[in-house]
């Protein structure tokens, strides 16, 4: 599946800055730019990590590589830019890193369930409860993965 992000997204929240696009030019050379770029803004609109999508917007691609002065793929896919996983790994905590952005952890945990307890009576459903923990991760720059969702499966 393709990564859903409309024109209006891409041009409004998947903007790459002057500061991102010289960090990643001074440490990145070629496709890895793109990737680490593509990496980069979806993981500061979400939150989350980017780990498999089937194909990268067009115009995303076309936005990036004009910010950081690289030939854009005519047909790209995080599998076709990092053929190599610990390199998409190596990635990812680049820009964990430049983003301020942290791993969730056992502290994170006990502080997320304080904060949903104290909401979960005044939710109307689990939906509303879920969007809660989702921004109260977000604003304390906190980042979940698959491992993370494992870590204590009792809450």
């Keep these: 599946c393709a990564l859903p992000i409309s024109e209006f997204d891409s041009s409004y929240y998947f903007k790459l800055g ?12 070629g496709i890895n730019r ?12 979400s939150g989350r990590p980017l780990d ?3 194909s990268i917007p067009k115009a995303l691609l076309q936005h990036i590589s ?10 790209a896919t995080l599998k076709t830019i990092y053929d190599r996983r610990p390199t998409h ?4 905590a680049w820009v964990k890193k430049h983003l ?3 791993d969730f952890g056992a502290a994170d945990l006990q502080a997320l369930a ?3 307890r104290l909401h979960a009576k ?11 923990g989702c921004r109260w991760l977000f604003g304390r720059k906190v980042v979940i993965d698959r491992k993370s969702t494992r870590l204590n499966s009792s809450h």
């Design 66 to 75: 004009e910010k950081l002065d690289v030939a854009a793929p005519s047909i």
């Design 122 to 132: 005044g939710v109307a459903s689990v939906d509303d409860l879920v969007a809660i």
């Design 34 to 45: 793109i990737g680490v770029a593509v990496l980069l803004l979806f993981m500061r609109v």
């Design 52 to 54: 498999r999508i089937s």
């Design 18 to 29: 002057d500061e991102d696009a010289l960090a990643i030019n001074a440490q990145f050379r």
């Design 89 to 92: 790994y190596v990635h990812q």
């Design 100 to 102: 301020g952005l942290k």
């Design 114 to 116: 304080t904060e949903l």
